[in-house]
Structure formats: C-alpha cells, structure tokens
C-alpha cells in the first residue's frame, strides 16, 4: 500500500484539499492522514512536490501510430486533398517509421500524462509497439475497403490482425474493432465485423461524418468525393448513406470520432444508441472540417471525450494541448465551465466510454495518477489554469505502479 498527500486531489473537475490517497493496484481510500495511516499503518509515502495536485491519468481513445513518421509530408487544408497526401504517401511514412518511432510515440503520450491510449491499427505494423506500450492499451484493430469483390479478402486479413491482436497476454492490453468510415467500408464487412465484436464484447470505434466532403457524398453522392471515388475506385455512389451506416450500428455502441458535420437527426440517434463522440480539434482544424458544435451535442446528450488523433494531421499526441486548443476553439462557451467538462472529456467520461474502471480519484477505481507540480497554491480556477500554464508532471502511476 502507497498514501500519497498532495496538496490538491483533482478528481475530474472538482478540487479538494487536506486530503490523502491510500492506493495499491486500486485507490483503496481517500481521508485526512491519520484515518488512513491508522487503517494502512504499514504504508509506504510517497514524497511530493510542496504544491502538488494528483489527478487521474488521461485517456487518450484515438491515435494512429503507425503514422507517427508525419512531419511536414501530408497536405494540410482540406480533407480530400489530404486524402490523395496519404495515398501519394502512404508508404514512406509507414515505412519511414519503425518501433523505435512509434515508440517514441507511446513515451511522448506518457509524458504529457495520458495512462491509457486507442491505436487504431491499420496495418499491425504497431502491434509489438502497442503491446510493449507502459499505458493500458485498446488496440483498434481496423476494416476498411468499400469493394464488394474485395471484401473477404479484406476481411480476412482484418480477422488474423485480430487474432494476432488478441494473442497479446498483458495486463491493460484489449483488442478491439475500428470500422474506417461509413464511404470506405462496405456493409457487408461492417456487419460481420460488428457481429465479431458483439460476441466477443469487443469495444469499437469508427471515424464517422468529419469532413463537408463526407457529408456531400454520403448525402448526394457528390462533391469532392466525387472524383476521389471515380478515379481510385470506379464508384459513382456512396456505399452507406449515413442512416444505413447509423442502422448498422444500433446494437453496439461505438466511439464515433470527429462527427463534425453531423445534423440534429444524426445526433439523436447517436444518442439514443448509446454512442460517443471523440472530439480532436486540432485534427479538425488542420483537416479543414471546422469545428465541432459541443453546445448541440450537450443539448441532444451526446456523450463527447477527447482525442488526439495520428500525427498524420496533428503535431503532438498531448491531450493537454488538445484541452487548451478546444478551450480557444469553442469561444463561445463560457470559460470554466468548458474548461471542467473537458477535463472530465480526457478522464472519467472517456473511462466510461471505453468501459474502462478508471478516469477517476475514487475509491475503487485503478490506480492511474498523475502526480502534478502547480508551483503554487491553486485557486477556484485550477482546471482552467491547468489547461493553460502546462505544469510539470512529476511522477506517473498506472494500477499502482510508478511508470514515469
Ligand atoms: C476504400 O478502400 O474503399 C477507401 C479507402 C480510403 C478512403 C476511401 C475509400
Ligand atoms: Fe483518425
């Protein structure tokens, strides 16, 4: 048993001071000092900083790996020219990009405090990164091809990635189902691998209306999709709509990422089928796709979370860059209430999304933590500070254990 006795517990939003921690794998018991000592008396102390704060570990749903070579290559401004950039580029960056790199990634995201990532896979080329990866890990493993005559092929190979994926023995380490997109994938692969995860209770995310390009083709076949389909293709429709591809998914709730263009009816059914939204600003904003309207997700109860996605159209895998950049993004939402709800955006409610027991200061929940030197005495305003001001991160826990 560990009791830790920062300054501050943040736990996701709401503070609290004079309190201890008493923690193994789990958080065992939150109170004053010598209730806890008298319950542990054989507990090990933790040292801290004078102005320490712990916090739960951040959540991070949405990250692809396998392309963390990008610097400069890809094209940035809108989203199908980016598209033609992967594809022109693809195998450079994939290759330009060993386990050192993606690595690389993984202790990049552990340092700026996120204990559980979401890999989407698309090639397995992360798998050995992933599984060595210190967090606790979803590994997406990814369908993606709209052709018919393709599809038990691709299939296939998406079944054995699975497999492989589900072969990996380590605590904090789940295997689970990313469908691309409702225009890149047909349905018929949608529903088997939807029927896979049912069964085997597997968790699933899909990338789902973030770009007007999405939006025109999936709603009038055209648009800049229209070309895009014809030339690499040779298709002259979309093959979901958004409904049908919303109606495949009824009875699995799934993580759907960006969802920047989606209407009033499309978010009631998000809503009403027990989805999340994975919100990426940052990624949105350099794809060109705008800015997600939080206020009409509140108002139609989505649940939204935060997410980095790739370094294919980001800079940094950091949620706390994320968080300040969505707090200047959506500048018509009132400062601190914003700023608590994306806090609870990269912890409790991504835990809850993900079906995860943590993203909490709680008793029971795992024992992920952040360990954070604010220098000073905090204010009423600490989630908002802590957004801002990029505090050092001192020590790092996951069930329990010191990892940074
Ligand atoms: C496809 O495989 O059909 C596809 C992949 C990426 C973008 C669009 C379509
Ligand atoms: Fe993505």
């Given at each position: 048993m560990?009791?830790?006795?920062?300054?501050?517990?943040?736990s996701?939003?709401?503070q609290?001071?004079?309190?201890?921690?008493?923690?193994?794998?789990?958080?065992?018991?939150?109170?004053?000092?010598?209730?806890?000592?008298?319950?542990?008396?054989?507990?090990?102390?933790?040292?801290?900083?004078?102005?320490?704060?712990?916090?739960?570990?951040?959540?991070?749903?949405?990250?692809?790996?396998?392309?963390?070579?990008?610097?400069?290559?890809?094209?940035?401004?809108?989203?199908?020219?980016?598209?033609?950039?992967?594809?022109?580029?693809?195998?450079?960056?994939?290759?330009?990009?060993?386990?050192?790199?993606?690595?690389?990634?993984?202790?990049?995201?552990l340092?700026?405090?996120?204990?559980?990532?979401?890999?989407?896979?698309?090639?397995?080329?992360?798998?050995?990164?992933?599984?060595?990866?210190?967090?606790?890990?979803?590994?997406?493993?990814?369908?993606?091809?709209?052709?018919?005559?393709?599809?038990?092929?691709?299939?296939?190979?998406?079944?054995?990635?699975?497999?492989?994926?589900?072969?990996?023995?380590?605590?904090?380490?789940?295997?689970?189902?990313?469908?691309?997109?409702?225009?890149?994938?047909?349905?018929?692969?949608?529903?088997?691998?939807?029927?896979?995860?049912?069964?085997?209770?597997?968790?699933?995310?899909?990338?789902?209306?973030?770009?007007?390009?999405?939006?025109?083709?999936l709603?009038?076949?055209?648009?800049?999709?229209?070309?895009?389909?014809?030339?690499?293709?040779?298709?002259?429709?979309?093959?979901?709509?958004?409904?049908?591809?919303?109606?495949?998914?009824k009875?699995?709730?799934?993580?759907?990422?960006?969802?920047?263009?989606?209407n009033?009816?499309?978010?009631?059914?998000?809503?009403?089928?027990?989805?999340?939204?994975?919100?990426?600003?940052?990624?949105?904003?350099?794809?060109g796709?705008?800015?997600?309207?939080?206020?009409?997700?509140?108002?139609?109860?989505?649940?939204?979370?935060?997410?980095?996605?790739?370094?294919?159209?980001?800079?940094?895998?950091?949620?706390?860059?994320?968080m300040?950049?969505?707090?200047?993004?959506?500048?018509?939402?009132?400062?601190?209430?914003?700023?608590?709800?994306?806090?609870?955006?990269?912890?409790?409610?991504?835990?809850?999304?993900?079906?995860?027991?943590?993203?909490?200061?709680?008793?029971?929940?795992?024992?992920?933590?952040?360990?954070?030197?604010?220098?000073?005495?905090?204010?009423?305003?600490?989630?908002?500070h802590?957004?801002?001001?990029?505090?050092?991160?001192?020590?790092?826990?996951?069930?329990?254990?010191?990892?940074?």
């Amino acid at each position: 048993m560990k009791i830790i006795t920062p300054e501050t517990i943040l736990s996701p939003a709401q503070q609290l001071s004079g309190m201890s921690i008493a923690f193994d794998t789990h958080i065992r018991a939150i109170g004053p000092l010598h209730e806890l000592l008298e319950q542990f008396p054989e507990a090990e102390f933790i040292e801290t900083p004078l102005h320490s704060m712990v916090m739960p570990g951040l959540i991070n749903p949405h990250v692809h790996l396998e392309f963390s070579g990008n610097k400069s290559t890809l094209k940035y401004g809108s989203f199908v020219e980016w598209l033609y950039s992967v594809i022109e580029h693809r195998e450079d960056i994939i290759q330009g990009c060993d386990q050192q790199c993606m690595a690389k990634a993984c202790d990049d995201m552990l340092r700026s405090g996120i204990t559980t990532f979401g890999a989407v896979s698309s090639y397995a080329m992360d798998l050995e990164t992933a599984a060595n990866a210190k967090q606790k890990v979803i590994f997406f493993n990814e369908v993606i091809g709209s052709q018919a005559t393709m599809a038990d092929t691709l299939y296939d190979d998406f079944m054995s990635r699975l497999e492989a994926s589900k072969q990996v023995q380590r605590e904090g380490f789940q295997a689970g189902i990313a469908i691309h997109s409702p225009y890149s994938v047909h349905p018929a692969l949608i529903k088997r691998a939807l029927a896979h995860a049912k069964v085997h209770n597997l968790v699933t995310s899909a990338h789902y209306m973030e770009s007007p390009a999405e939006k025109e083709w999936l709603e009038n076949n055209s648009g800049e999709f229209e070309p895009f389909f014809k030339e690499f293709l040779k298709q002259d429709y979309s093959v979901n709509t958004s409904k049908e591809f919303l109606e495949l998914f009824k009875e699995k709730p799934t993580l759907m990422t960006h969802v920047v263009q989606a209407n009033d009816e499309e978010l009631k059914q998000l809503s009403k089928d027990g989805h999340s939204v994975i919100h990426c600003p940052i990624s949105n904003r350099l794809l060109g796709n705008g800015a997600i309207d939080l206020e009409r997700l509140d108002a139609n109860s989505v649940p939204w979370v935060m997410g980095t996605d790739g370094l294919s159209s980001n800079y940094a895998l950091d949620l706390f860059e994320e968080m300040k950049i969505a707090l200047f993004m959506h500048a018509d939402a009132d400062l601190m209430p914003l700023a608590k709800e994306l806090l609870a955006s990269a912890t409790s409610k991504s835990a809850q999304a993900l079906g995860l027991n943590t993203g909490e200061i709680a008793v029971g929940k795992e024992a992920d933590l952040l360990v954070i030197d604010l220098e000073t005495t905090p204010n009423e305003q600490l989630p908002l500070h802590l957004l801002l001001h990029g505090y050092n991160i001192k020590k790092i826990y996951i069930n329990g254990n010191e990892v940074s």
